[in-house]
T-cell receptor, first 114, second 111 residues
Framework: DGGITQSPKYLFRKEGQNVTLSCEQN?????MYWYRQDPGQGLRLIYY???????QKGDIAEGYSVSREKKESFPLTVTSAQKNPTAFYLC?????????????FGPGTRLTVT | GENVEQHPSTLSVQEGDSAVIKCTYS??????FPWYKQELGKRPQLIID?????GEKKDQRIAVTLNKTAKHFSLHITETQPEDSAVYFC??????????FGKGTRLHILP
């Protein structure tokens, strides 16, 4: 393990609060991704970034925001507008800015909102 | 957009037997099909992938087959071992340049 890290491993928040999940990579990868994993739902793409200072919405971007100010970092903010934020969040990176290459995943952050 | 269906959702096989997981996709423009393995409490990791210009790919006990005409691809694991127990995800990408994952198959290897 190593190369792509996420913190914290577990996160608890009260409803109505924004929360930011950290994702850092030292692989010098161009592209970074955020996925949400729910039981029985597979991985669903939230946002992705193929270059610094640029990012695009994935399939379930509503209620989330991201930034990519540095190549190594791609934080995800879960806003109070996300109706069902409790989930397991996975960050990933790929050496090439294309979905048609291997993605390296971080260990994930389990977010619980009550 | 792309849609990926994965079956079965749960699979139990006797240790030493073979396991097969199947996926279908809808976008004929998809050209990259990876398989990820996620062990309990761990991150997903790529175990094998195939591109649309190839019909089959093998890596030791693991193989993937692709039928572009029927738009389906399958993961084959032979001589299963206890460490093969995990959740397996298929995915497809290339059509609209995004990736869509299947919902996963939980594989149990029985002693």
């Amino acid at each position: 393990d190593g190369g792509i890290t996420q913190s914290p491993k577990y996160l608890f928040r009260k409803e109505g609060q924004n929360v930011t999940l950290s994702c850092e990579q030292n692989l010098n990868h161009d592209a970074m991704y955020w996925y949400r994993q729910d039981p029985g739902q597979g991985l669903r793409l939230i946002y992705y970034s193929q270059i610094v200072n640029d990012f695009q919405k994935g399939d379930i971007a509503e209620g989330y925001s991201v930034s990519r100010e540095k190549k190594e970092s791609f934080p995800l903010t879960v806003t109070s507008a996300q109706k069902n934020p409790t989930a397991f969040y996975l960050c990933a990176s790929s050496i090439v800015a294309s979905f048609s290459y291997e993605q390296y995943f971080g260990p994930g952050t389990r977010l619980t909102v009550t | 957009g792309e849609n990926v269906e994965q079956h079965p959702s749960t699979l139990s096989v006797q240790e030493g037997d073979s396991a097969v997981i199947k996926c279908t996709y809808s976008d004929s423009a998809s050209n990259y099909f990876p398989w990820y393995k996620q062990e309990l409490g761990k991150r997903p990791q790529l175990i094998i992938d195939i591109r649309s210009n190839v019909g089959e790919k093998k890596d030791q006990r693991i193989a993937v087959t692709l039928n572009k005409t029927a738009k389906h691809f399958s993961l084959h694991i032979t001589e299963t071992q206890p460490e093969d127990s995990a959740v397996y995800f298929c995915a497809a990408s290339g059509g609209d340049d995004k990736i869509i994952f299947g919902k996963g198959t939980r594989l149990h290897i029985l002693p």
